[in-house]
């Protein structure tokens, strides 16, 4: 068979190499083992193609020939068709060097067709023995799918780094092969899935299944982590606050019915940050929709947060959303957010109450501060005039209470809103008492206490149906502070006369006109305030929430590891001390306490990047850390005079090792004032080490 390389890439060298280069290369590759996973035969192939390639190249006869073919290839702008002829047998050890060089596509390209129709070929002896041909052939994939994928989650290539994970974590499964490695792809594949989770629900509207498959992996990383604030291990390596701002960024890439549907099932385990940001969600469908009933369901769950937080300011904008304007003013007086109140008071004055002002905070912050967390919403404009003008809002809105309701559990389904556990108040289940309790401030006024009893909620349905007023409603506290007792269903008769009551139309007609007047000088004067509001007070705030997820906290900032050190530009040396230190720090980092491996791709490439990596996997499982001291010095820097992505580095570098095995600490080592030859390459636009003398 004819394999895609030629002798000086099995040894790592340019065509310039040198006699003693070429001999110093095959001893430092022939030490440079490959994982210890692999059989002896794949290693004995693998030094037979090492021994090849510079018996050849030693040869000033076989050299000129190689030469001249390569040369040739160069010149055609074909160097790639480069190939050498091997046996069979010699099949496992080219592929281990084809990966070593970081060729993961070739080598996957090259493995795979062996390991189709049943693996016949391999089982038929001509690669040696089936059992341990096998093992090597499926180990190489699977770690060129390992490193591929790792490639690509440099490169943000997010699900194709997936794809290439778990087609090596199958191809182990299905083989019943090396625990150790399926275990390496699944931790990556947990540490990816953040990020597979943003660029999936990132994609335009139209590709449905891969945002589906977006929303899939979010609840599977909230199921293992027991909700938004749980602290459950998803294996993910985000920290509960690392995850609350990550479910933050992701945000803006649901739509507010995705939210909706989301935070509403979070919510019900109970979460009181699911329950906020389902309230926000709820507040911006039903507003931006012109659905009520939506707003009226975020006023419920608002209730759940109150006992924690102070969420007044948010509960009066629902308010009068729904067109309670009593409460909604009677709400906003117990916020303690002081600059939305300053806000709102400034904007009010003149009027006989603060209505003005809170219209005008509610219009900015849904503006503001709602609609741009959702995908479908972040363009659009609020306007109250335009939601109140809606002739459906209108209807809905006449009919409920002006003053605010608290409704029971049994008229919430027969009002056809969906049940949500609302964990408010003294609640029990068969046949008991359900009593409904709303908090203002500290003060608790209880609702009518209803036996709910299927045989009693029959009987209110019937009632109701007979046209007679059953609801109970809030009771306010009197002036002097105290509650006043409670209206209960079940109230001896009052034989005074009793107050005529204005018909709903009337009663509704004085409020609703003033919110259409106002929202419409809004829409003519919200300019010139927010003009002025920015040169009298730009740093205004006009929302404060208490839970942990902050709507201006900064989201996290989500990267592979280890971001890459900048090390472009022409090669000098200053830019060559800078890449030295670069590597001597992650050697620091990779062979230190953590164990942290992340960097050295950020600087190195094959062969010394597997060979490093390996070195970390080697010295974690030999519980053995080394804590590093240097000293570098750049002496020269040459250039290829034939190609200005590579170059060589000469450095002096001193080196302290203190060993630390068992975590104890050790012996010592120095080696002074060494004298290293670096070979350096620019890969997308970043320089690189590729091998040192």
């Known amino acids: 068979m004819r394999i895609p390389l030629d002798y000086y890439r099995i040894l790592g060298l340019p065509m310039q190499a040198t006699a003693d280069q070429l001999k110093q290369a095959h001893r430092d590759r022939t030490l440079q083992l490959p994982r210890r996973e692999y059989s002896e035969a794949a290693i004995a192939t693998r030094r037979d193609l090492l021994d090849r390639a510079f018996a050849i190249l030693s040869d000033p006869a076989q050299r000129k020939s190689v030469d001249e073919e390569l040369l040739g290839l160069q010149y055609e702008n074909d160097a790639d068709a480069a190939t050498i002829g091997l046996d069979d047998r010699q099949l496992i050890g080219a592929l281990l060097i084809l990966q070593e060089l970081g060729e993961y596509e070739l080598v996957l390209k090259i493995g795979r067709p062996y390991l189709s129709s049943g693996t016949a070929s391999i089982r038929d002896g001509r690669f040696g023995d089936p059992r341990i041909a096998l093992s090597d ?31 090596g974590q199958e191809l182990l499964l299905r083989e019943g092969l090396f625990a150790g490695v399926r275990g390496e792809i699944q931790s990556d594949l947990y540490k990816l899935r953040p990020y597979r989770i943003l660029e999936l629900l990132a994609m335009p509207d139209d590709e ?23 602290t459950g291990n998803d294996q993910s390596g985000l920290s509960i606050d690392d995850f609350l701002r990550f479910i933050q960024q992701l945000r803006g890439y649901l739509t507010a019915e995705e939210q909706q549907a989301l935070f509403e099932e979070e919510s019900r385990r109970p979460s009181a940050v ?50 309670q304007t009593e409460e909604a003013s009677r709400v906003l007086e117990l916020s303690q957010e002081y600059e939305p109140l300053a806000f709102i008071r400034e904007n009010s004055q003149g009027a006989p109450d603060l209505l003005p002002g809170l219209c005008l905070y509610s219009e900015r912050w849904l503006q503001d501060e709602v609609f741009p967390h959702f995908r479908d919403l972040a363009k659009r404009e609020a306007l109250l005039k335009d939601y109140f003008a809606d002739e459906q809002v209108q209807a809905y809105l006449e009919e409920l209470p002006v003053d605010g309701e608290v409704l029971t559990d049994w008229s919430m389904a027969e009002r056809g809103l969906v049940h949500h556990e609302l964990s408010y108040g003294a609640t029990s289940r068969n046949g008991k008492s359900i009593a409904v309790e709303d908090n203002y401030g500290g003060h608790r006024s209880t609702t009518a206490t209803l036996t709910a009893t299927p045989e009693v909620a029959a009987s209110e349905r019937s009632t109701k149906l007979a046209g ?32 005529a009551r204005a018909p709903r139309e009337n009663r509704r007609s004085r409020w609703l006109p003033i919110i259409l007047g106002l929202a419409l000088a809004m829409g003519l004067g919200f300019l010139i305030i927010r003009a002025l509001r920015a040169f009298t007070n730009p740093n205004a705030q006009t929302a404060n929430d208490a839970i942990p997820v902050q709507l201006d906290q900064p989201i996290v900032h989500l990267v592979p590891p280890g971001q890459a050190v900048s090390l472009s530009g022409e090669m000098n040396q200053p830019l060559a001390q800078k890449v030295l230190e670069t590597w001597l720090d992650a050697k620091k980092l990779a062979m230190g306490k953590t164990h942290d491996p992340s960097k050295l791709s950020q600087i190195l490439i094959d062969p010394r990047l597997s060979e490093w990596q390996r070195n970390v996997e080697e010295s974690k499982r030999d519980n053995l850390y080394i804590e590093y001291d240097h000293a570098v010095k750049v002496d020269r820097v040459e250039v290829s005079p034939t190609d200005p992505n590579q170059a060589s580095v000469k450095a002096t570098v001193t080196e302290v090792r203190k060993y630390f095995p068992g975590g104890q600490a050790g012996e010592v080592q120095t080696d002074r004032d060494m004298s290293v030859r670096y070979t350096l390459v620019r890969q997308d636009n970043q320089w690189r080490i590729k091998d040192w003398q």
């Open 468 to 499: 007679t007023e059953t609801r109970s409603t809030v009771a306010r506290p009197a002036r002097n502070g105290r509650p006043r007792p409670p209206q209960t269903r079940h109230q001896e008769p009052d034989h005074t006369e009793p107050r």
């Open 208 to 230: 449905q299944s891969d945002r589906q498959q977006g929303l899939r992996l979010l609840k599977d990383m909230l199921r293992e982590r027991g909700g938004i604030d749980g």
């Open 274 to 323: 699911a329950t906020y940001l389902a309230v926000y969600a709820l507040l911006a469908r039903g507003f931006a929709d012109h659905q009520p009933a939506l707003i009226r369901r975020a006023k419920l769950m608002l209730l759940r947060l109150g006992s924690r937080q102070d969420v007044h300011l948010e509960q009066s904008v629902c308010a009068l959303l729904l067109g």
């Open 137 to 167: 052939i499926v180990l190489t994939i699977a770690l060129a799918c390992l490193e591929l994928g790792r490639e690509q989650w440099q490169q943000g290539q997010y699900e194709s780094a997936a794809e290439a994970l778990e087609t």
